[in-house]
């Protein structure tokens, strides 16, 4: 009886002590996300006044009410659904050839697969204004390429144009955030036994079939992290796409034009980011279940 008493006791110690390990990150997560998304969904209900000496006032759901009754939101919504899926699709097709590539052995490989992280690990405002550069109307190294062969007009400027700005700054995403996909595959590639291949090699399979029933069912569960984790950060990408052009029309630049710029509607903007949050948690646990099957 004192045998349990004791291991009870001790227990509870570590249980309490586990908590004390623990608090000051609660306490780091609860003031930098909890607060934020709370003090969000609070402001979605009111006129917020940009005024220190006008207080905000409370609407209830009418912020709500005008965006869904808003095209304009609806217009940035689907071009972000389609943003997202796009360059995810885009960015783990690239990174699951390159990665296949980066797999064998040939001279040189420990420098090219370094090479490609570049695109990844090059200041984000470095890579932004050579790409500018390169779309650039008249001098810019593409677009006078395309002309020459005839393919553009070269006075055009895709970047700020509302009908083509948004296929650049889904190509420029693609390219900066493939090797991101690329190392998750290779590294998951990597540990494949080769046994599996050259057992499938006795029994007579192609290429094909060898990627079909091996590499492909190996991959699943990284492909389908990395597809996760992409959306969730493409959904919500604004510093690329913003650097990259304004024009894009993505959701995360329609709540900033609301919230901070013209006439600011930081009301609006809060309402359309509790949107956004309702509908990515919904999506995620909805894939979690189904695809990842957790």
């Known amino acids: 009886m004192t045998q349990s008493v004791q291991v009870g006791t001790l227990k509870k110690k570590e249980s309490a002590f586990g908590w004390k390990l623990i608090l000051p990150t609660i306490i780091i997560i609860a003031a930098l996300v909890i607060y934020p998304v709370i003090y969000n969904v609070y402001l979605s209900f009111f006129d917020v006044s940009i005024s220190p000496d006008k207080p905000n006032q409370f609407i209830g759901l009418q912020n709500y009410v005008n965006v869904l009754t808003d095209p304009d939101f609806w217009n940035s919504f689907l071009k972000t659904v389609l943003f997202t899926i796009f360059t995810v699709v885009g960015s783990i097709l690239a990174g699951l050839v390159v990665a296949l590539m980066m797999n064998r052995n040939f001279i040189g490989r420990s420098f090219v697969r370094a090479l490609l992280l570049l695109p990844y690990i090059t200041p984000l405002i470095a890579i932004v204004f050579a790409w500018r550069y390169i779309f650039l109307p008249m001098d810019g190294p593409l677009i006078r390429l395309l002309a020459t062969i005839g393919i553009i007009d070269p ?12 296929v650049v700054v889904t190509m420029f995403n693609i390219w900066r955030n493939f090797p991101f996909v690329y190392l998750m595959i290779l590294s998951r590639l990597q ?13 007579g399979a192609n290429v094909w079939q060898k990627f079909k029933n091996i590499t492909l069912p190996e991959l699943y569960f990284v492909i389908g992290s990395v597809a996760l984790l992409r959306g969730i950060w493409n959904f919500y990408k604004f510093d ?32 359309i980011a509790t949107i956004l949050f309702v509908i990515m948690v919904v999506l995620i646990g909805f894939y979690v279940k189904k695809v990842l099957k957790w």
């Open 240 to 271: 690329e796409v913003y650097l990259m052009s304004k024009f894009a029309g993505t959701l995360p630049i329609y709540i900033y034009e609301r919230a901070f710029t013209g006439i600011p509607a930081q009301g609006t903007a809060a309402a």
């Open 155 to 166: 006075g055009v400027d895709l970047i700020n144009n509302p009908n083509n700005a948004f």
């Open 191 to 203: 540990s494949i036994s080769k046994t599996l291949y050259e057992a499938a090699e006795i029994d």
